[in-house]
């Protein structure tokens, strides 16, 4: 079975900055894509960020610009560098991976609180 495992979320200030890490449980290059989702409360959960196993990455207009997502295949680990937070970035962000849509899967989710 397939695990990830999500870290790095926290309490930040406005204008900070945070590093999520997801962890898997076997070689990231299986997966067709890897991504992040994120959820505030009440409401749906949104798209983020994505990576395929070519290396080509994709942003929501919400994160371009102030979010980049990379990879270390040595580390099987996908991460989420994110700056210059506001309070409308709050959720918990959750990572996926996916080989095409008969395999999909998700981490526990990791909470991102941004306040002053």
């Known amino acids: 079975q397939v695990q990830l495992v999500e870290s790095g979320g926290g309490l930040v200030q406005p204008g900070g900055s945070l590093k999520l890490s997801c962890a898997a449980s076997?070689?990231?290059?299986?997966?067709?894509?890897m991504r992040w989702y994120r959820q505030a409360p009440g409401k749906e959960r949104d798209f983020v960020a994505s990576i395929n196993v070519g290396g080509r990455t994709d942003y929501a207009d919400s994160g371009k610009g102030r979010f980049t997502i990379s990879r270390d295949g040595a580390k099987n680990t996908v991460y989420l560098q994110m700056t210059s937070l506001t309070p409308d970035d709050t959720a918990v962000y959750y990572c996926y991976a996916n080989i095409l849509s008969s395999r999909q899967y998700w981490g526990q989710g990791t909470q991102v609180t941004v306040s002053s």
């Open positions: 076997e070689n990231i290059f299986n997966f067709n894509s």
